[in-house]
């Protein structure tokens, strides 16, 4: 079975920093894609990065670009998720997401992954 675990979350202070991770099992990593999503209070979720993991090819969200960078340890089948500079509206539950590679259209939009981690709360204090 796919199981996919978030972990990294906490409360952080405003201009801090974070590492997330997507401990992913049950499946060959190296033909799929992972996506980060993240749902803040009172809003939909949305598509923050995403990375193919096996020709490393990444994307961001435009809200994100410069902030969040997207990396894999394939030896641990784990996706990071840096974020930097953190702010208040980076507050969110943050999910992990995984689709085959080639089964999707848009590696930002939840519609095309399959399997989906628990989440982990990322809040920022201002």
């Known amino acids: 079975d796919v199981q996919l675990q978030a972990s990294g979350g906490g409360l952080v202070q405003a201009g801090r920093s974070l590492r997330l991770s997507c401990a992913a099992s049950?499946?060959?990593?190296?033909?799929?894609?992972v996506g980060w999503f993240r749902q803040a209070p009172g809003k939909e979720r949305e598509g923050v990065s995403c990375?193919?993991?096996?020709?490393?090819?990444?994307d961001y969200a435009d809200s994100v670009k410069g902030r969040f960078t997207i990396s894999t340890d394939n030896t641990k089948n784990t996706v990071y998720l840096q974020i930097n500079s953190l702010k208040p509206e980076d507050t969110a539950i943050y999910y992990c997401?995984?689709?085959?590679?080639?089964?999707?259209?848009?590696?930002?939009?939840?519609?095309?992954?399959?399997?989906w981690g628990q989440g982990t709360l990322v809040t920022v204090s201002s």
């Open positions: 049950g499946f060959t990593f190296d033909d799929y894609a």
């Open positions: 997401a995984v689709v085959p590679e080639g089964d999707y259209n848009n590696c930002l939009r939840e519609g095309d992954f399959d399997y």
């Open positions: 990375i193919s993991i096996d020709n490393a090819m990444t």
